[in-house]
């Protein structure tokens, strides 16, 4: 693609090579799938998991609401180790993809997680001055995606990352020490009511996959289909492009 950048934060990326082979590009899409189905397998059997297994629960579905209730059945070796791996795991791939295909890959994000084009567009305007705290606070998808496409360092970006990730668990593990008594009682609900409450989280998380898919977003799909995303993407940057030049010319 053209290393031209169309954000400021890219404003001092490098060229986009792509993928370095077409068998790299998909162990990475495999990796990540993997991680979409772990996060549904994770949500749906939720009830059946927090109070037995714990750790499985938090390896499969690493989310805030996890890791609180399941952080009082678990040791703080298991937590924290448990905890980081599963928070970290993805961040690599995205980090990839967005060195791999710059700008395409922020609008392939913006396109395909709608719910993320606020953040997304504040990065644009804020990530070249405050790209380290930023990852370090939000150390999530579309911020590790947007830190391979601005040319951010690797070094700089797991720097940040394992410091934000560990913040994150710290502050998680603390909250849910605080507040034992209250999750607790949580947690024995669930373990009374296990079996009908892991129907319901199985409904749900159908219902979820279904109504992502009638929005013309699917995480597995988006995927597997990811370089004709990308390169409807690139087209896309390409007729902004255009456009702009255009309308740059008309106005001299």
Do not use: Q
Request: glycine content about 8%.
């Amino acid at each position: 693609m053209d290393p031209s950048p169309t954000t400021d934060g890219a404003a001092d990326a490098p060229e986009r090579p792509g993928p370095p082979s077409p068998a790299i590009r998909n162990a990475v899409i495999a990796v990540l799938v993997a991680m979409v189905i772990a996060n549904y397998v994770g949500g749906a059997l939720f009830p059946s998991l927090v109070n037995d297994h714990p750790l499985v629960l938090i390896l499969l579905n690493a989310s805030n609401r996890h890791l609180a209730l399941a952080s009082g059945n678990l040791d703080p070796l298991g937590f924290y180790l448990g905890g980081f791996a599963r928070l970290l795991a993805p961040d690599l791939f995205f980090f990839l993809l967005g060195r791999w295909y710059g700008d395409a890959a922020i609008v392939w994000m913006e396109r395909k997680a709608p719910t993320y084009g606020e953040l997304l567009r504040m990065l644009e305007r804020w990530f070249h001055k405050a790209r380290f705290p930023i990852v370090a606070i939000a150390p999530n998808n579309p911020v590790c995606l947007f830190a391979g496409a601005a040319g951010m360092s690797a070094s700089a970006f797991w720097a940040a990352n394992v410091l934000g990730t560990i913040g994150r668990l710290v502050l998680i593990r603390t909250f849910s020490t605080v507040f034992e008594d209250l999750l607790g009682t949580v947690r024995d609900f669930i373990g009374d009511y296990r079996w009908p409450l892991t129907a319901l989280s199985i409904v749900l998380v159908v219902i979820s996959i279904v109504s992502d898919r009638r929005g013309g977003r699917d995480g597995i799909g988006d995927l597997v289909n990811l370089e004709e995303g990308m390169a409807e993407a690139e087209a896309e940057l390409e007729s902004e492009a255009t456009i702009d030049a255009v309308e740059a010319s008309e106005a001299e």
